[in-house]
Nanobody
Framework: QVQLVESGGGLVQAGGSLSLSCAAS????????MAWFRQASGKEREFVAA????????FYLNSVKGRFTVSRDNAKSSVYLRMNSLNPEDTAVYYC?????????????????WGQGTQVIVSS
């Protein structure tokens, strides 16, 4: 049984930082690309960042580029999202996702496994 478990969410002031983690089990982590998506209240889920199976390729939502960094540790079957310079528009539930496709995608339809999400709230 595949499980993705996110952690690290919380409440932070605007301009602050948070680091999210996602631990995977039941899947050959090193062969899957990973991504972070988010969903704000009343809005559709949106792509945030993705990383290829080996960590060589990353890509981001334009609005988080330069502020967020996605990384992975295949030895720990974990993916991370470091978020700096947070603003209230970053408030959302953040989800990690895993895909059979090695190089990642911006489309949620290309991801086969999902975590339950972790809440991030950025106060102004």
């Amino acid at each position: 049984q595949v499980q993705l478990v996110e952690s690290g969410g919380g409440l932070v002031q605007a301009g602050g930082s948070l680091s999210l983690s996602c631990a995977a089990s039941g899947v050959t982590f090193s062969t899957h690309s990973m991504a972070w998506f988010r969903q704000a209240s009343g809005k559709e889920r949106e792509f945030v960042a993705a990383i290829s199976y080996n960590g060589d390729i990353t890509f981001y939502l334009n609005s988080v580029k330069g502020r967020f960094t996605v990384s992975r540790d295949n030895a720990k079957s974990s993916v991370y999202l470091r978020m700096n310079s947070l603003n209230p528009e970053d408030t959302a539930v953040y989800y990690c996702a895993a895909s059979y496709h090695k190089y990642g995608s911006r489309s949620a339809d290309d991801y086969h496994y999902w975590g339950q999400g972790t809440q991030v709230i950025v106060s102004s």
